[in-house]
């Protein structure tokens, strides 16, 4: 059984970091999307950033290109998100999520992955 559990949320002023963790557990993909969604309150789930294991290509939204970073850990089941430059509008509940099947590269470096399995979120908040 596969599980995500997130971690590294919490409060900061706006200008400051936080990084975001997330370790999957009975993984056994070797090829495969992993990333973040975040959800605020009132208003549609948004795609953060997105990573392709193994090539580790990666996607970013535009509100956050130049200010967040996605990487895995050298065990790919380990995935960090650095939040730099944080601004209010950053202010959220952070998801990790991970494709249920591998291959699907192209929806993962477009920025539209089908996840297939989700962690339980993380708190950001950002006050200005």
């Known amino acids: 059984q596969v599980q995500l559990v997130e971690s590294g949320g919490g409060s900061v002023q706006a200008g400051g970091s936080l990084r975001l963790s997330c370790v999957a557990s009975?993984?056994?993909?070797?090829?495969?999307?992993m990333g973040w969604f975040r959800q605020a309150p009132g208003k549609e789930r948004e795609g953060v950033a997105f990573i392709y294991s193994g090539e580790r290509s990666t996607y970013y939204a535009d509100s956050v290109k130049g200010r967040f970073t996605i990487s895995q850990g050298n065990a790919k089941n380990t995935l960090f998100l650095q939040m730099n430059n944080l601004k209010a509008e950053d202010t959220a509940m952070y998801y990790c999520?991970?494709?249920?099947?591998?291959?699907?590269?192209?929806?993962?470096?477009?920025?539209?992955?089908?996840?297939?399995?989700w962690g339980q979120g993380t708190q950001v908040t950002v006050s200005s």
């Open positions: 009975g993984y056994t993909y070797s090829n495969y999307c």
């Open positions: 999520g991970a494709d249920r099947y591998s291959g699907h590269r192209y929806a993962c470096v477009i920025g539209r992955p089908d996840f297939g399995f």
